[in-house]
């Protein structure tokens, strides 16, 4: 049985009809072909899948989409303007703030609410926010780089 779904992606409404328990990230990914947010765990414990609804970030695999209905998703894809990057989709790139890149679309949406929600003073602060955002490259170093750049 499935079910009416009515939210926008990336400024793009979009109406569909799915089944209950499909995922926020299964819908992103495999019914509207946005791959940027990635599939690490699948269980609330790496942030590969960081998305922002209503501008907060949440795990989409965590996420039912039925729970999006009129609300407002932002995912990786949407964050460009044109062929301009975002200012956190730059700093990543000046610091190195990935190596493998696969965690990198959800370090860089956690990154945005880091600053967005005034937990980027401090170094420190900046990793306790972004702790569960894991890579396994080890890049955070340089994440902190890039996120206290943004923050100037
Ligand atoms: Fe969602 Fe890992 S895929 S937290």
């Known amino acids: 049985e499935t079910m009416p779904?009515?939210?926008?992606i990336n400024g793009v409404k979009q109406s569909v009809?799915?089944?209950?328990?499909?995922?926020?990230?299964?819908?992103l990914r495999e019914r509207l072909q946005l791959t940027g947010t990635k599939k690490g765990c699948d269980h609330g414990q790496c942030g590969a899948c960081t998305v922002h609804i209503d501008g907060e970030r949440v795990n989409a695999c965590l996420t039912l989409a039925v729970t999006t209905e009129g609300r407002d998703v932002t995912t990786i894809e949407g964050l460009a303007?044109?062929?301009?990057?975002?200012?956190m989709q730059e700093a990543f790139l000046e610091h190195d703030g990935f190596q493998c890149g696969y965690c990198t679309p959800g370090q860089i949406m956690s990154a945005i609410c880091?600053?967005?929600?005034?937990?980027?003073?401090?170094?420190?602060?900046i990793r306790e926010y972004m702790s569960g955002n894991i890579c396994r490259c080890g890049?955070?170093?340089n994440i902190v780089d890039a996120i206290m750049d943004v923050k100037q």
């Open 114 to 125: 880091c600053i967005r929600e005034g937990h980027a003073d401090t170094p420190d602060e």
């Open 17 to 27: 009809r799915i089944e209950p328990r499909v995922t926020l990230l299964d819908l």
């Open 5 to 8: 779904l009515n939210v926008t």
């Open 81 to 87: 303007k044109g062929d301009e990057l975002h200012p």
């Open 139 to 141: 890049a955070y170093s």
